[in-house]
């Protein structure tokens, strides 16, 4: 059985390096004009050259994304990026792949990067062996399936490829926020707000919390609420998928790259979920499954309530809604901060959260979770010893590290009972 690929989203050059700290094998990040999610901050210029060294000496991958739909006038801007991946080229610095849905960017990045490996992103919602087939015929390296595929859709996928002797790798989704459209193809964004989700300015009305009511034709003006809680609907937002507990079946059934999503999310969330992705994939590879420790961690992030998605046939209403927005996020932990610094028995810790002195905190190294109690810091800024810190602007403390402490470990608070209404 082939170990598969572990691929953490990156949005940053921070996220990068917290992805492959955390255990990533790869990661995926967006081009500026190019990528389904142009609004974070982006790798191009040097950054990108910084971020395809560094990835080189840590023996890491990293995957472009192209894979908006894109329009006449986008064809400018696919020129521009094209053109600095070729000056990265005569560098010794490349990309392992690119993802694209759209054909036409995919034959013109063919004809002007024919170095590049070519991937087919989930945007061009491929959900059978005989699209993936095509897709290998005109060069096609790796295809990445629809959330909306079974495992045993799957299975039988990867049979009938062996069968036909196309060589091709598949990659799915394993974790992260669901979309209500086909692959993700969806309008909503557009209707409402006039940003286009195939371009990468999905505003995520989906996620909006609605009031919905119901007019009958002949009685204008009569509005029938249909109503969800006190609190509204969500008819319109799944819950997150999370295959952490059934990591065994996803690599049996012949993945190659398990993807988590997120190149919106926090470096908070990236640490913890690739973290506890690595330690359960592992334990898979070994026919185990994951510990207490590493469901709780997974547990501890915000999420909108945990379900697997397709994987095991259509989810149906329980899985396309979570109850409560209030009760169904996770509001045991935060993210209390970043460690920035470690000098001399001392870390300096970037606030991201209220801190109190006395707090219960939790250091989350990429090997251990370290229990801390808060019992005396200072306004990293000053020196002055204070007994709270409220996140913002860059404000950090000084504190005692723990041996075991690094630059780039993530810190979560435990948050009081009474707090989590």
Avoid at 392 to 404: T, V, Y
């Amino acid at each position: 059985m082939n170990k598969p690929e572990l691929l953490a989203p990156a949005g940053d050059m921070e996220k990068l390096k917290t992805a492959f700290r955390y255990g990533a094998d790869a990661c995926y990040m967006g081009t500026k004009s190019m990528s389904m999610r142009v609004k974070i901050g982006n790798k191009e210029g040097d950054a990108l050259e910084e971020a395809l060294i560094l990835k080189n000496k840590l023996g890491k991958k990293i995957y472009l994304t192209m894979n908006i739909h894109a329009h006449e006038n986008k064809l400018n801007f696919l020129e521009k990026e094209l053109d600095r991946l070729t000056q990265l080229h005569k560098k010794g610095l490349d990309p392992d792949g690119i993802l694209i849905s759209d054909a036409g960017i995919f034959v013109t990045v063919q004809q002007k990067c024919p170095w590049l490996s070519l991937h087919v992103s989930t945007q061009a919602n491929i959900l059978n062996s005989s699209a993936i087939e095509f897709w290998a015929k005109q060069g096609a390296e790796r295809v990445v399936l629809g959330r909306e595929v079974s495992l045993r859709e799957l299975q039988k996928i990867r049979q009938t490829l062996n069968e036909k002797g196309v060589n091709v790798e598949i990659e799915g989704f394993v974790h992260g926020a669901m979309c209500m459209a086909y692959s993700g193809r969806c309008l909503i964004s557009n209707f409402m707000t006039g940003r286009d989700a195939n371009e990468g300015m999905c505003a995520h009305s989906c996620r909006w919390n609605y009031k919905v009511y119901l007019k009958e034709e002949q009685r204008p003006g009569e509005y029938i609420p249909i109503e969800e809680d006190q609190n509204g609907t969500s008819i319109m937002s799944a819950k997150d998928m999370s295959m952490i507990e059934h990591l065994k079946d996803v690599v049996d059934a012949g993945l190659d790259s398990l993807k988590i999503e997120g190149r919106h999310k926090t470096i908070y969330y990236l640490a913890i979920v690739t973290r506890a992705y690595r330690e359960a994939l592992d334990l898979a590879m070994e026919s185990k499954l994951p510990t207490p420790e590493i469901l709780e961690l997974i547990s501890s992030i915000d999420t909108r309530g945990y379900f697997t998605g397709f994987w095991y046939g259509k989810p149906g209403a329980k899985g396309q809604i979570y109850k409560d927005r209030r009760g169904d996020y996770n509001q045991n932990y935060c993210f209390a901060g970043v460690v920035r610094d470690v000098t001399n028995g001392k870390m300096t810790v970037e606030v991201r959260n209220r801190l109190n002195k006395g707090d219960s905190l939790s250091i989350v190294t990429p090997k251990a979770i370290i229990p801390y109690k808060l019992l005396q810091f200072s306004n990293a800024a000053n020196g002055n010893e204070i007994e709270a810190a409220s996140a913002g602007q860059g404000f950090s403390i000084i504190c005692d590290a723990p041996k075991e402490v690094e630059i780039g470990d993530i810190i979560q608070k435990k948050l009081k009972t009474e707090m989590k209404n």
